[in-house]
Structure formats: C-alpha cells, structure tokens
C-alpha cells in the first residue's frame, strides 16, 4: 500500500496491529460487499499452491463468512491456549497470517474494536474468535483440516511434497494428517528454511522431469553492448593441494579478463609461489589486489574486503572462490551470470563423497542436515536451481545485491565456523541462496589430509583427489589402452609396453625417493623383507619406506589390473596383492646392471622413471629366453610381462648417468 511499516519487529516480538488498520481503510470501499470473495494473506512466507476456483470452492465448502489458519501453536498468548474449543486434529489454534471471506464479513470483523499499529493483530482476531458469541456473530472458523490454509511451523512431518500421476507430473502440497491439498502454505514462526526449500518444487517451479524457473529471469551476455563488470574473490585460508592446477583453470576461464578485477587472499606461506606464479600470467585483467601470508588480515577481514573491492569498482557482479574449488567449466562465470539470481553458487561436490558447497536442510541447531532430495541433486538425477539456506566455498553475487545491504559483513561469532555465521546472518536478512545444478561447473578438492611437510605432497592425494590426482599424473593416452580395441604394444612375446604416467609423476617419484635418500646397499640380507634376505638384490627404496605403499596397492587395483585383465585374458585377482614395490637407481658407480632372474610375482610391472640418451646411457631389459631386448624405454611407460617361469630376464647396464625404475612384483 505503500506506506511506511508502523507495527513493530513482527519476526521477533508480538505486533502487526498496523496490519489491521492497514486493511480497515483499504475494506472502507468494500464493507457493504457480501458477494466478493477476499484473501488475505502475509507476503513474504507464503505460497499459492492452487488456483484462485479452486480455493474459492473449498471456500464456500466450508459454509462460513470467514476462515482463518489454523497452527499448532498458541500465539502470542499461550495462556488461552484452554480456551479454545476441542477439535479433532493437531492444527486448532488461530493464525492472523491467512484469512478468507466476503468484503461485508471482513470490514465487519476489523472494526469490531480498535487497535494500536504496535499492538497484536492475531491476539486481535483470536480474542473475537474465543469469545462464542462473536464467533457466532462473525462467522468465523478455523481451517482445522487444513483445506485452504497450511500454516507450516510444527507441522513440516505432515506436509509433503507430492507429483501428480498425470502427463505434467507437476508437484503439489499434501497434508497427511487430514488427506487434504492445502491451497495457501504459509511459513510461519521457524519454517521459513523449510517453506523455501519447498519453494523449490510449488507453484510451477519444476515438474517431475523439468525446473521450469531454471529459464525465468536469464538473459545472454552476447546481447549485452559490453561484458558486465566481474569482481573475482580468491581465497587460499588453509594449504590446498593441487594449487597451479586451480590456478590454471581460472586463467581458463572464457571471458574477457579486461572485465575482471582480481583480489587475492593467500594466508599459506606454503603457496607463496603458487600465486606468483600465477601473478605472472595476469597482465590483462583490469586490476589485481594481493593480500599475502605477511598482510596480517584474518580471513574474515579478507573476505569483507574482496565485496569492499567489488563496490569500489562498481562491479556488477561479485565471484568468491576458495581454493578448494576446482572450475572445470571454462564458461562458469558466463553460466553463473546468464542465470541471473541475487546469490548463485554452482553445486560442486568431493567427486564420490556426499560432501558440497551447500546445505540441502538444516538442524535444530542451525547445522547441517540432509534434506529428502540432497542425493538427487548431488547425483544430478534431479537438475535445477535450487533455494538453500546455506552456500559456502564458491558463489556469485549481483552487486545490486551488495548495494542493497543484504549482504552481511564477514563477522567471527564464537566457535562456530565463518561460513556458518554468514549463512546465518543471510537468512536473517531474508536474503535468498541458491545453487545450480543446472550445468556441471567442477567439483571440490579434498584438503583434509595434504601435508606440507612432504616433499611432493600431492603425490600421496590418489585417495582424496582422486580426479586432480590423475590429471596431472595418469598419462594422457592411458584411457585408450583400456578400450577393448586398442592394440598395446609387444616388443616381445608377451611383454606388454603402454603409457601409464605423466612426466609429473616420474619427477616426483625420483624426487621423493632421493629426499628419503635411504637406498639399500645392493646386499643380499635385506631386513625390510619378512624373511631378512633377497636373491637378487638392487639399490632400492621401498614405497613402504615412504609412507605410499597403501596408495600404491589402490594404483594397482584402479590402473594396473585393468590392463592385465585385457592382455592377460583369463586371469582375474581384484584387488592385486603386491609386496614388493621398490624404485631401482642403476648407476654406472654403484650398481649398473642386474644379473639374469625370474620375479616372484604372477606378473611384474616395470615403470620407466627417466628417458635413455637423456638421463643416462645403457640400460634396458633383456628376456633371455625369448631373446628380446627394449632398450629405447620412455618415461611414464610401463613394461608388463609374467614373473615367474617363463621371463628369465636381465637388467642390462648403465654405462653413463642414472636410471630409475619402478617395479611391482605383483600376486606373487
């Protein structure tokens, strides 16, 4: 009505009376009308769930000049809470937040007495309704069965969402307890987490197969004169493994740099490099602010700044992304814009974890809990853009937004977590979160067990990073060796020859392996082995030594085996069992060949470390009795063939240089 709100802090303490005087001047030109039938509802909590026919039917059903929710809970007096009469039913108490019936009806029951803007207005209606003879006298019911009205705080078990068995599969509101399809949900009092996560799928929002407000409000950047104006947020709070690729993949990102002002916040000394090497690739953005590890910032101040930032260039949108979260999309940050919400993240999960960047519920203590769909939508068997009440790692705000205030100041309250608090203050605020699903946009890195203290601590994250793992070190060409029509190599009978890993994974083996520096002397009494002796010995490290041996196990069964099961057709072990895994140096000083031998193994792999002509001369492997030498091995290839029986073979010597190899004796 475009008045100024006189009635109080109605989400916190008793008021609204201003509601009342409100609509008593407004039904001044209606009081005399007995055949217009008039709604009235709150606003901002409430969802029309059905038809105006509809409603208007169930209306005249009930056979009374007007019917109010009827809640769980006696408010704001509880005391008259014995008052009421008996119902059948758990809903028996009046609520002010949805009213029906005729302009004569309605104008007659609000003048009844006065009231103050500041005084209660359901106190107002409850106390008409508690009296029997204004109750008679006004005609006023309860909705006790809910077929109108659903006020949702302390009824969420009984509400559900349901999808018609029809062509449209559209969704509506079911009340169990009665059987009914309530018309008007209305998220009073703690429901409105709830009302927006069933937001999600009323009112046409989505069908069964389809989000159908996906498309509401999009527009296309190409039809824009020029770009909008993007702040890019970069948070590294904690040691992140797999840093340059992170990097790498914002540098990806396809859209024009001239339009995107950077700031960076580095609180890890470990990644002092990381971003300076990133820095170097960053002279077409518009500007570039760093706050480094020595900047004595806390992450709170950090991340306020970066908003601050995006208001000081008059940005039109606002990117905060923590290093945890890896943008495979290329076009993520046109996606994100074309879509057009006030605060938009892009869902990413720890790809085979239930863990996101959003909470689907929440507990009753304001933490996570798993909502009824939060599967669905991580498996994406359920696309849309969603209503959340909590977002964190990655996301996107419109900088009308931010001017507006609804944006919280970064804010450490007690020992709950920064995101935490946030997210809080954003609810409170009544400022919507959403995520997307709509598009795959990446997926988050795990952190949890990185240690800095290792010399190549991505090299231990097969486990937890898996995805970024074998990016950088599972060889290109090693998906097409799976491929039942692909034809692996034999430079010899029997001996298989492809490409496994990445010249990363070589350097970082060696590097590992000459930081522990621990070789064995070549002997045969080897107290690492059960038995405290080994045949034919090599200068070795054993993964074991190095804390990989767990990792190198879960290397065989993931990679390993798939190939062996092809070439090796018939013989099956998930998972190998290998307990030798050693990497060899061979140098011309020290031990430059080995003498001829059968492994202990079902089948061995052998790992070529370094390249010949480069890194050294010489070497290679002979098999004697097929009389076969590889010698132009190549780095990241391996060599399998049977260990035992039938592949006597020998190390061949290293005149110049080193060598390195890695070696599995595998189901031995």
């Not at 109080?8 to 009376?17: E, F, H, I, M, S």
Request: glycine fraction near 6%; include cysteine; hydrophobic fraction near 35%.
């Amino acid at each position: 009505m475009g008045q100024p709100w006189l009635g109080g802090d109605v989400k916190r303490y008793a008021g609204g009376g201003y509601k009342i005087n409100l609509l008593k001047k407004y039904m001044e030109n209606h009081k005399d009308d007995s055949k217009t039938i008039y709604l009235f509802t709150d606003s901002y909590d409430v969802i029309f769930t059905a038809s105006a026919k509809t409603l208007v039917k169930k209306y005249l059903e009930m056979k009374a000049r007007v019917v109010f929710t009827a809640e769980r809970f006696c408010w704001p007096d509880s005391s008259l809470s014995n008052s009421y009469p008996p119902v059948m039913g758990s809903s028996k108490y009046l609520n002010s937040g949805g009213f029906i019936g005729t302009g004569q009806s309605i104008y007659e029951m609000l003048t009844v007495r006065d009231i103050a803007d500041t005084d209660d207005d359901q106190l107002y209606y409850t106390q008409l309704y508690l009296d029997p003879d204004m109750r008679n006298d006004l005609g006023i019911k309860l909705d006790y069965e809910n077929q109108i009205f659903q006020a949702l705080f302390g009824s969420e078990a009984d509400v559900k969402i349901r999808a018609r068995e029809d062509e449209v599969k559209e969704f509506y509101l079911f009340n169990a307890e009665h059987n009914t399809e309530p018309c008007v949900l209305h998220g009073n009092g703690l429901a409105k987490d709830t009302l927006n996560s069933m937001a999600n799928y009323l009112a046409g929002s989505r069908t069964k197969t389809d989000c159908l407000i996906c498309s509401e409000n999009n527009f296309k950047i190409a039809d824009l004169p020029t770009p909008p104006t993007l702040q890019l947020g970069i948070f590294i709070e904690r040691p992140t493994p797999f840093l340059p690729e992170f990097f790498a993949r914002i540098l990806a990102q396809d859209y024009p740099k001239e339009h995107i002002h950077l700031f960076i916040h580095n609180r890890e000394a470990y990644h002092k490099q990381h971003v300076a090497d990133f820095l170097e690739h960053t002279s077409s953005y518009a500007s570039i602010t760093v706050k480094g590890h020595d900047s004595a910032i806390s992450e709170a101040e950090a991340r306020s700044l970066g908003i601050s930032e995006c208001l000081s260039h008059a940005c039109d949108y606002y990117l905060s992304v923590d290093s945890e979260a890896t943008l495979t999309q290329p076009m993520a940050i046109t996606l994100l814009m074309e879509l057009n919400r006030t605060l938009l993240a892009p869902m990413m999960v720890r790809p085979g974890k239930m863990w996101s960047n959003f909470w689907g519920a929440l507990s009753d203590e304001g933490f996570y809990s798993r909502s009824e769909d939060y599967g669905e939508i991580l498996d994406n068997s359920k696309r849309g853009i969603w209503n959340v009440p909590y977002v964190s790692t990655i996301y996107m705000i419109r900088s009308d937004v931010l001017k507006s205030g609804q944006v919280p100041s970064f804010e450490v309250q007690g020992i709950a977590d920064l995101d935490v608090v946030w997210a809080k203050s954003l609810r409170d605020k009544g400022t919507f979160m959403y995520v997307s699903n709509v598009h795959h946009y990446g997926h988050l890195v795990n952190p949890d067990s990185y240690d800095t203290s290792l010399i190549r601590p991505e090299y231990y994250q097969l486990a937890d990073n898996r995805l970024e793992w074998e990016y950088r070190y599972i060889h290109e060409d090693f998906e097409t060796m799976k491929d039942p029509d692909t034809v692996i190599q034999q430079p010899c009978p029997d001996v298989y020859w492809f490409p496994l890993v990445t010249p990363a994974f070589c350097n970082d083996t060696i590097a590992i392996m000459e930081h522990f520096g621990q070789w064995s002397n070549g002997a045969n009494n080897d107290k690492r082995l059960p038995g405290g002796y080994e045949n034919v010995p090599t200068r070795d490290i054993h993964m074991k030594q190095v804390g990989l041996e767990r990792q190198w196990m879960l290397f065989l069964k993931d990679y390993i085996r798939l190939i062996q099961e092809k070439v090796f057709t018939g013989y099956f072990h998930n998972p190998p069992v290998s307990l030798m895994n050693f990497v060899v140096r061979y140098r011309p000083d020290e031990q430059p060949a080995l003498r001829p031998h059968h492994d202990a193994s079902t089948y061995t792999i052998n790992i070529a470390l370094n390249n010949p002509h480069v890194d050294y001369e010489g070497g290679g492997c002979r098999f004697v009795r097929q009389n076969c030498s590889i010698t132009n091995t190549r780095a990241g290839w391996t060599l399998m063939h049977p260990g035992r029986l039938t592949h006597f073979h020998e190390g061949l010597p290293v005149t110049s240089g080193t060598r390195y190899i890695m070696i599995s004796f595998v189901d031995p």
